[in-house]
């Protein structure tokens, strides 16, 4: 088990990747500490892992620095250290063209998807560097890869995430705390499903004929899973990844190929 033993934070807990990646995790060993905004998202996680791990939920709004400290305390105070955060949270935003939308839905964004997930880490990073030393994946986008029309906000928001963790993997020289970028593309999970059953309703089509016009552009022939991109981050926070920091890991199935 790759994360046996590890004490794991993981935010941003909903019915897509956050809650994979919190029973992945546990399945790996982990004891594994979840939060989220919603309460009720907070319990169906705790139900799906079952009493296969211990588990720590506490409802967190990672946009008020004082909420992540409190957090990462009340981590620290169950579990005794914090070995492995991984910043899953994140919002869309407002769709629409740049010249048009209102940015203040843009500064929403850059408060959860940039600030929120810098008040996380900065929060658990003294915790972590108290332990000698730990390890943090930032959960991006493959949309700060390749722009798409009307999510210009998002874009903007992780593009800027990008850079922040790049700068930490300089910043924490020495301190035996590395940090990478996770960039997933389109995920096979409830979340995408809902989504495309709205374009597939409008269209008159299924669901399966829209998701499999989309795998057309992806190399790999499918949709990643939720699970299957989850195990690729799990992966990357463990210590099979230990000789790599400010790594940008691209998950999507080669939809994106960096040159």
Known sequence: MILANKVTI?????????????EIAAAEGASVAICARTPAKLAACEAAIG???????VPTDITDPAQCAAFADKVMAVF????????????????????SVDLDEWRKALDVNLFGTMNMTRAVVPHMTAGGGGSIVNVNTKVARMPQDTLGGYAVSKAALRMATTQLAKELHGTGVR????FPGWMWGKTVAD?????????????????????????????????EVAKAIIALASDYF???????????GGEYMPL
Do not use: F, H
């Not at 993981?10 to 919190?22: D, E, K, R």
């Not at 009493?51 to 939920?57: E, I, P, Q, T, Y």
């Not at 940090?179 to 996770?182: E, F, L, V």
């Not at 230990?242 to 999507?252: F, K, N, P, R």
């Open 242 to 252: 230990t000789a790599t920091t400010g790594a940008c890991v691209d998950l999507s």
């Open 51 to 57: 009493g296969s791990a211990r588990v720590l939920s």
């Open 195 to 227: 989504g495309l059953q709205e374009v597939a309703d409008q269209r008159g089509v299924s669901v399966e004929q829209v998701r499999d016009e989309i795998a057309k552009a992806i190399p790999i022939g499918r949709m990643p899973e939720d699970r």
């Open 80 to 99: 005794g250290r914090i070995d492995v955060l991984i910043n899953s949270a994140y919002v869309t935003g407002e769709y629409g063209p740049v010249l």
């Open 179 to 182: 940090i990478n970028s996770a």
């Open 10 to 22: 993981i935010s941003g807990i909903g019915p897509g990747l956050g809650t994979a990646l919190a």
